[in-house]
Antibody, heavy 121, light 113 residues
Framework: EVQLVESGGGLVKPGGSLRLSCAAS????????MNWVRQAPGKGLEWVSS???????????YYADSVKGRFTISRDNAKNSLSLQMNSLRVEDTAMYYC???????????WGQGTLVIVSS | DIVMTQSPDSLAVSLGERATINCKSS????????????LAWFQQKPGQPPKLLIY???TRNSGVPDRFSGSGSGTDFTLTISSLQAEDVAVYYC?????????FGQGTKVEIK
């Protein structure tokens, strides 16, 4: 059974940093591209970032314009783990962050339960 | 970015009746090279993550009841629930995965009348 378990969310002040993690199990993690998608409270879904499968020197990484230069996605295939380093956080980054598997051609299929990030003074 | 616009924003349907949700993309999400529309539908129930219902515009995901169906091509798509059940109360999102960044519609809330 595919499982994606996020952690690392919490309350942080504007300008602060937070690192989210996603532990994957039930599938061959290294064979799949992975994504982060977020959802502000009571709002819709917003894609944040994606990282392709493959070795570290040949991965494709993409970011939404809203987080480019502030967030960094990474993965550790040996640990079946996906991460999102979030710096210079803004109030508008407040959201539930979901770790999402990509089955291929940018189609996402499995979602974790999410971890909540609140940016507030 | 491709803008996805759903209509209506919400709808109330009686149990057993048909529910129809529309989704329009600002540009085509069809690739003629493989004859596929890069359009998916997700269902999100309160307090839960989204669940993939339909992909390639009309292919039901494994385990999804056959009362859910998707149709359309190019820029105009439809999700139909043929006979609404109580457990179908949720917010439904369309998403294009044709072009980076993948983008979602604003969501359609389905309730029981």
């Amino acid at each position: 059974e595919v499982q994606l378990v996020e952690s690392g969310g919490g309350l942080v002040k504007p300008g602060g940093s937070l690192r989210l993690s996603c532990a994957a199990s039930g599938f061959t993690f290294s064979s799949y591209s992975m994504n982060w998608v977020r959802q502000a409270p009571g709002k819709g879904l917003e894609w944040v970032s994606s990282i392709s499968r493959g070795s570290s020197g040949s991965r494709y990484i993409y970011y939404a314009d809203s987080v480019k230069g502030r967030f960094t996605i990474s993965r550790d295939n040996a640990k079946n783990s996906l991460s999102l380093q979030m710096n210079s956080l803004r109030v508008e980054d407040t959201a539930m962050y979901y770790c999402v598997r990509e089955s291929g051609e940018q189609l996402v299929d499995y979602w974790g339960q999410g971890t909540l990030v609140i940016v507030s003074s | 970015d491709i803008v996805m616009t759903q209509s209506p924003d919400s709808l109330a349907v009686s149990l057993g009746e048909r529910a129809t949700i529309n989704c329009k993309s600002s540009q085509s999400v069809f690739y003629s090279s493989n004859n596929k529309n890069y359009l998916a539908w997700f269902q999100q129930k309160p307090g839960q993550p989204p669940k993939l219902l339909i992909y390639w515009a009309s292919t039901r995901n494994s385990g999804v009841p056959d009362r859910f169906s998707g149709s359309g091509s190019g820029t105009d798509f439809t999700l139909t629930i043929s006979s609404l059940q109580a457990e179908d109360v949720a917010v439904y999102y369309c998403q294009q995965y044709h072009t980076t960044p993948p983008t979602f519609g604003q969501g359609t809330k389905v309730e029981i009348k």
